[in-house]
């Protein structure tokens, strides 16, 4: 078998591998928010849309000179942790 095949096969199983630790991942994030729901409720629950819409605003805010890096941060921070992903 020839190098590029071996490293194309490597590579199909590295990612079926990812994709199968991804889907356990989110079954057991799915379980455990059950038991954590006091926490998801603390958080304002907004359309990713609309926090994306967010996203954006802030970033040409920043691109202006309107807000500093800093405060620029730490919203990014809050909304990027608004997002399901």
Do not use: C, N, W, Y
């Not at 490293?7 to 991804?22: I, P, T, V, W």
């Not at 958080?43 to 926090?51: D, K, W, Y």
């Not at 920043?62 to 399901?84: M, N, R, S």
Request: aromatic fraction near 4%; hydrophobic fraction near 35%; charged fraction near 40%.
């Amino acid at each position: 078998m020839s190098q590029a095949k071996m490293q194309k096969r490597q590579r199909e199983k590295a990612q079926r591998e990812r994709a199968a630790a991804k889907r356990e991942r989110r079954a057991t994030k799915g379980a455990e928010g059950d038991e954590t729901s006091d926490e998801a409720d603390s958080a304002p629950v907004q359309p990713q849309g609309e926090v994306l819409a967010q996203l954006a605003t802030l970033h040409q805010r920043f691109a202006d000179d309107e807000i500093d890096f800093d405060t620029f941060e730490a919203a990014k921070a809050e909304l990027l942790a608004q997002l399901d992903v």
